[in-house]
């Protein structure tokens, strides 16, 4: 193996094991197989430019196309030309990949599911790494600024996993970078020949201190094995041995949003309040969900996506719980009394292409959930969470659920919670600020139940307190947010029902927080219609007998349900609700009979307000790993194919001119001299045959010349001057002057056609010497001569002349040829062994029968 085939199967390693650091990050991690395989192409397109060899800036602008190809293929197909070359449509489906991959990655945690834009980013930064790991280290032969992408691709993988990255993933990157360094190492050192180990000892005795082969490695790179696998050692064995660093390479998982591995009865979902801020600012307006239900009052109707129940005075979190089978009747909701009031409700909800969410938003408490797909059930938040990448993208769902109504007497009369539910949903963090507490009590004062106290809490945020509602400050949940919000009085949702819920605690309420969707906006056909700008946080506090409460402190947000107001509703309880003859039974999923739109056309914002739909399949999961590779190597060879005469041509050029290499390094055909590089080498011009060192030095010589002949007559076929192989070189010499019109008066400087036309006739007087003379005259300027030929010959073609000549070269038919000759070469040596084999056999069957005859 070749030291630059070695790099470049090192510096490949090297960027697979680090994107391994990637893996943790996304559910599932499959997508690092199509990354391998896209990145072993693109190197292996790299490897067959260098052996061309082509320019090295060159070389990376082939590799870099060729990526963008192979992406196009796997993410841009249907909108890219032939399925393949990128056009407008491609560019703009990419931009549309990259800014969903870029949303997807604020409003999920990890792991995140394996959305199609954060597939992109993610293939598509390997793919980057790997061209400049690929360039720095192979094509440029520098492999320790390779390291800078290196660390580069893992620095981002421990960012993004909150700084607590596997020391595994270390471990595979550090080593892959230790490879890279040792390939190129070994490579240097095998330019200078054998490698001078050091003092001889009992083995080396009489080698002069040189190791000849054999045995283990040469000392050099056992010393640098040494040095890599001492820094490596250092590396992981400090975080362990200094306790500041424990939160480090080594540290063990976090406790964020989503931490775990979703095993277990588990699953890690998105915490939507990351986004929530940006989704409020956002400058258009995007419709995301559509519902009809047969609620006599919609102004209760918060569609609730999650509870986050645990404050650890840097924000509120969700903690992470045991998860099962959505039932066929959800159980009754934790501490809901048969003795407070409830009306059942029917809503079918419809969920725009665009909104990818992993929880499910459904009014609560909802009691019965129609969905397909892979969904899972939290009973401890009553919450359905999307299972294995499962999102709300395009689904339609029915929700059965429960307005519960109870009243200011029921929730001034509450008994104490139970004792767990009360240490869990009233602790507070050691960090919190006396203030919060103490303007919590001033709030309060004078209250005499915890109703009255949440009740001041609510009137003191939304209308008494002084607040101002805006989406525009600086967004923070923590302890020190609360109180600078408290001083402020200016913020938005998160910071009222953070503060809200906080302050609860603090007086001994249980509180969490929920986060979803305010009721929407009406529009036709008796529906409702919910956008980005509905988007929104409210507090729970729990009173035993009523359950989970809805509290609603934000100002000009939403509505204060009737319990929280100043009158308080009929605590009669009420008959489950009737669809009003107005809704046209708006529960059902007929579409409106005023509806212009074919059935098949009542999706989510395609005719207005569409009623909702029956329950969708669970959504496509995109193409199978087979196809993804089927479409690949069928793109590599649509790529590569048309290329193959132009590559096959090259190459044997290079090969041709380059044939005194081994000369120059003493005769030794793996011989390299110190310093050389791979640029094809010219002969000395003060070199004769005389200064030859032996009979195999002739025969190289010799071999130069036919080697420059042969590149002369494919040079003129390529130019239309076809080889006529019963004529001499001298004649041959005359007829490609004549019919490449290299003569002199032609010409268009000394440089060029008047240098071809003597060039040609040097190189035929040389291979005359070699074919007829007892002992060849020096042959000097091979190279050079050549290289006038092809400049002469390729002056005086045409525009399309030149690019036949170099995309589809008539020489190339050689290859034709010497694959028909081998393959009668084959035949015949299966053919004699076939003889060989069966005619003792068949002699023997011959005797036998005529002896029984």
């Given at each position: 193996m070749?030291?630059?085939?070695?790099?470049?199967?090192?510096?490949?390693?090297?960027?697979?094991?680090?994107?391994?650091?990637?893996?943790?990050?996304?559910?599932?991690?499959?997508?690092?197989?199509?990354?391998?395989?896209?990145?072993?192409?693109?190197?292996?397109?790299?490897?067959?430019?260098?052996?061309?060899?082509?320019?090295?800036?060159?070389?990376?602008?082939?590799?870099?196309?060729?990526?963008?190809?192979?992406?196009?293929?796997?993410?841009?197909?249907?909108q890219a030309v032939l399925g393949l070359i990128p056009g407008p449509e491609a560019w703009v489906h990419f931009s549309d990949l990259l800014s969903s991959g870029v949303q997807d990655v604020g409003r999920y945690a990890a792991p995140a599911p394996a959305t199609d834009g954060i597939r992109l980013m993610l293939v598509g930064g390997v793919l980057l790494i790997g061209l400049l790991v690929d360039a720095l280290a192979v094509t440029f032969r520098s492999a320790a600024p390779a390291g800078l992408p290196l660390l580069a691709l893992y620095s981002v993988a421990a960012a993004l996993s909150g700084g607590d990255a596997s020391w595994l993933w270390f471990l595979l990157?550090?080593?892959?970078?230790?490879?890279?360094?040792?390939?190129?190492?070994?490579?240097?050192?095998?330019?200078?020949?054998?490698?001078?180990?050091?003092?001889?000892?009992?083995?080396g005795a009489g080698t002069g201190g040189f190791e000849l082969g054999g045995g283990g490695p040469q000392a050099p790179v056992r010393t640098g094995r040494r040095i890599g696998a001492l820094a490596l050692g250092v590396a992981l064995a400090v975080?362990?041995?200094?306790?500041?660093?424990?939160?480090?390479?080594?540290?063990?998982?976090?406790?964020g949003p989503g931490a775990g591995g979703g095993r277990g009865g588990t699953i890690n979902a998105v915490n939507p309040v990351v986004t929530l801020q940006d989704t409020l600012n956002q400058p258009g307006l995007s419709e995301w969900l559509k519902y009809k239900t047969n609620a006599g009052d919609t102004n209760g109707m918060y569609l609730r996506l999650l509870a986050l129940n645990q404050f650890d005075g840097d924000s509120w979190k969700f903690s992470q719980r045991s998860v099962t089978d959505i039932p066929g009747e959800l159980p009754r909701p934790e501490g809901l009394s048969d003795s407070v009031a409830t009306t059942e409700v029917r809503t079918n909800i419809s969920v725009a292409g665009s909104y990818?969410?992993?929880?499910?938003?459904?009014?609560?408490?909802?009691?019965?959930?129609?969905?397909?797909?892979?969904?899972?059930?939290?009973?401890?938040?009553?919450?359905?969470?999307?299972?294995?990448?499962?999102?709300?993208?395009?689904?339609?769902?029915?929700?059965?659920?429960?307005?519960?109504?109870?009243t200011r007497e029921q929730l001034a009369d509450a008994p104490r919670p139970p004792s767990e539910l009360l240490k869990e949903y009233t602790q507070v963090p050691a960090q919190l600020p006396a203030d919060v507490r103490e303007t919590a009590v001033q709030v309060t004062k004078g209250a005499t139940s915890d109703y009255e106290r949440a009740v001041k809490l609510q009137d003191w945020f939304a209308s008494k307190g002084g607040f101002t509602y805006s989406t525009r400050v600086q967004s923070g949940g923590g302890a020190e947010g609360i109180s600078r919000f408290l001083k402020s009085k200016e913020g938005f949702c998160v910071h009222f029902s953070f503060s809200m819920a906080a302050m609860a605690r603090t007086l001994g309420i249980p509180a969490r927080v929920a986060v979803g969707f305010t009721p929407g906006s009406p529009v036709a056909g008796g529906a409702a219609s919910v956008t980005n700008r509905d988007a929104h946080a409210w507090p729970e506090l729990y009173f035993e007998?009523?359950?989970?409460?809805?509290?609603?402190?934000?100002?000009?947000?939403?509505?204060?349900?009737?319990?929280?107001?100043?009158?308080?509703?009929?605590?009669?309880?009420?008959?489950?609700?009737?669809?009003?003859?107005?809704?046209?039974?708006?529960?059902?999923?007929?579409?409106?009979?005023?509806?212009?739109?074919?059935?098949?056309?009542?999706?989510?914002?395609?005719?207005?307000?569409?009623?909702?739909?029956?329950?969708?399949?669970?959504?496509?999961?995109?193409?199978?790993l087979q196809a993804v590779l089927g479409w690949g190597l069928a793109g590599v060879a649509i790529v590569l194919v048309p290329l193959l005469?132009?590559?096959?041509?090259?190459?044997?050029?290079?090969?041709?001119?380059?044939?005194?290499?081994?000369?120059?390094?003493?005769?030794?055909?793996?011989?390299?001299?110190?310093?050389?590089?791979?640029?094809?080498?010219?002969?000395?011009?003060?070199?004769?045959?005389?200064?030859?060192?032996?009979?195999?030095?002739?025969?190289?010589?010799?071999?130069?010349?036919?080697?420059?002949?042969?590149?002369?007559?494919?040079?003129?076929?390529?130019?239309?001057?076809?080889?006529?192989?019963?004529?001499?070189?001298?004649?041959?010499?005359?007829?490609?002057?004549?019919?490449?019109?290299?003569?002199?008066?032609?010409?268009?400087?000394?440089?060029?056609?008047?240098?071809?036309?003597?060039?040609?006739?040097?190189?035929?007087?040389?291979?005359?010497?070699?074919?007829?003379?007892?002992?060849?005259?020096?042959?000097?300027?091979l190279v050079e001569d050549v290289r006038r030929v092809r400049s002469g010959l390729s002056a005086r073609s045409s525009r399309v002349g030149r690019l036949r000549a170099l995309l589809l070269p008539r020489s190339s038919a050689r290859v034709m040829w010497a694959l028909s000759g081998r393959w009668s070469a084959a035949a015949d040596r299966w053919a004699a062994t076939r003889d060989r084999v069966l005619s003792p056999a068949t002699d023997r069957l011959r005797r036998l029968a005529r002896q029984r005859g």
């Open positions: 070749s030291g630059r085939t070695r790099l470049a199967l090192c510096a490949y390693a090297a960027t697979v094991m680090a994107s391994g650091a990637l893996m943790p990050l996304v559910d599932p991690a499959t997508w690092i197989v199509l990354a391998a395989l896209l990145v072993a192409v693109q190197s292996g397109v790299g490897a067959l430019t260098r052996r061309v060899p082509l320019a090295r800036p060159l070389t990376v602008a082939v590799q870099a196309v060729a990526a963008l190809l192979m992406l196009t293929l796997c993410f841009a197909r249907e990157a550090a080593v892959g970078y230790l490879l890279l360094l040792l390939a190129e190492g070994r490579d240097r050192l095998s330019q200078w020949g054998r490698v001078f180990g050091g003092a001889p000892g009992a083995s975080p362990v041995v200094l306790p500041s660093l424990n939160g480090g390479l080594l540290g063990g998982a976090g406790n990818q969410q992993g929880w499910l938003p459904m009014p609560y408490p909802a009691t019965k959930v129609e969905v397909g797909g892979k969904w899972r059930f939290d009973p401890a938040r009553r919450t359905i969470i999307g299972d294995h990448g499962q999102t709300t993208s395009g689904l339609q769902y029915k929700v059965t659920s429960l307005q519960v109504k109870p007998g009523a359950g989970w409460t809805r509290f609603e402190p934000t100002p000009t947000r939403g509505s204060a349900p009737d319990y929280a107001r100043a009158q308080a509703p009929s605590d009669t309880p009420s008959a489950p609700a009737q669809p009003e003859a107005s809704s046209s039974a708006a529960a059902s999923t007929a579409p409106s009979s005023s509806s212009s739109c074919a059935a098949g056309d009542l999706r989510l914002g395609d005719c207005g307000a569409a009623a909702p739909q029956d329950t969708a399949g669970a959504a496509d999961q995109g193409p199978s005469p132009m590559l096959w041509r090259l190459r044997v050029r290079a090969r041709r001119l380059g044939s005194d290499r081994h000369v120059r390094t003493g005769g030794k055909p793996g011989g390299r001299a110190p310093g050389a590089s791979d640029e094809p080498l010219v002969e000395p011009d003060a070199r004769s045959t005389a200064e030859q060192d032996g009979p195999g030095d002739t025969e190289d010589a010799s071999a130069r010349v036919l080697a420059a002949w042969r590149e002369i007559c494919d040079s003129a076929w390529d130019h239309g001057i076809p080889p006529d192989d019963s004529q001499t070189p001298r004649k041959t010499a005359a007829r490609i002057v004549r019919l490449g019109q290299l003569d002199n008066s032609t010409v268009g400087g000394a440089d060029t056609t008047d240098g071809a036309t003597d060039a040609v006739h040097r190189v035929a007087r040389a291979v005359e010497q070699v074919l007829y003379a007892p002992t060849p005259g020096p042959a000097t300027g």
